[in-house]
């Protein structure tokens, strides 16, 4: 992201309790998903892992808690395959390179995607003890995390979840706490995330919104989803666009679109709708999406859309009148 302008959107728009927890509160999401390694990837997932970035105001300086709801696979909220068979690690990493390293940016596990050095690491199988409850991480110093005060207004954290064995899908959701008990926002933080992998909701009527960031240097977006089961519409709303669709995919496979970015829409959040099918009912569902640049670089999703929500802006979306003779 471009340093100044971070920096004054920042002082512009105050992020509120509702970028502590991830699916955000605006994104309407249930929970995040990820499968055991050994999983169906027609279940939803391609490749068995979700990192999540959060990054802390470099004004906090009290310890903070990362606590992740239903971490164990098992139980009422994740996917069952056969048995409970199904192991995932949570690892969370701070310290130089944990999120500048460009292998922690990209779609897959390659290189050295666990950069950083790792705070605090746990694995959970099935467990009742944390079925529909908080497992916290804590506390950590915020000064652990890799200071990027320029780019994300402080110190940032890198949250790696991976399915180590097993094909079960694991249901989870976090929160970045003041309190190890409880789930107290820090204010001023949020998170990002470059390829995100969620559940939708079963309830037709629910609207679901997912908010890149267009930075100056975007010209153009080619979007990706996974398995979305052609569940329904993925609309964008910008200052200059009103309902552009993306591409949607169907069952286990991939979509792809590409969507050229209007001069005004750089320096502002997109506000990707996420509409289900309305015709036929779609329950469990499990989707991944990320975007790309044009020059094959991963755009980031954040957990409260910077500068506020985009409202479209009839002046600059209209298209010159069909002349009629
Ligand atoms: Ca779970
Ligand atoms: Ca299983
Ligand atoms: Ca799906």
Redesign the pocket.
Known sequence: MHRILFASLLIFFAFKAVAQPVPAIDENLPHLVTF?NMGDRAWGDDDYCQVIFFSVPKSHTDPIFIRVYDPDTGGELDE???????RMTFSIYGGKGACTNEDAKRINLKGNYNSGTMLATKSFAANPRYDKDWYTFGPINPSEGEFLPDEYGGYVFKVLVQGVS???GNLYNFFLSRKSTENLAVEGAFAFYYKYKFRLHDNQSEISHIYPFIDDKVQSIKQSNFDWDNDGIIRIISVAKNGETLKVSGDNEWSKSLHNIHPSERNTSYDMQIIKSKSSRINNNNVVIYLENQYGELIEFYSVPIGGIPKYKYSIGMKPKTIRN
């Open positions: 055991g069952q395959k056969g048995e409970w068979d199904t097993g094909d079960d």
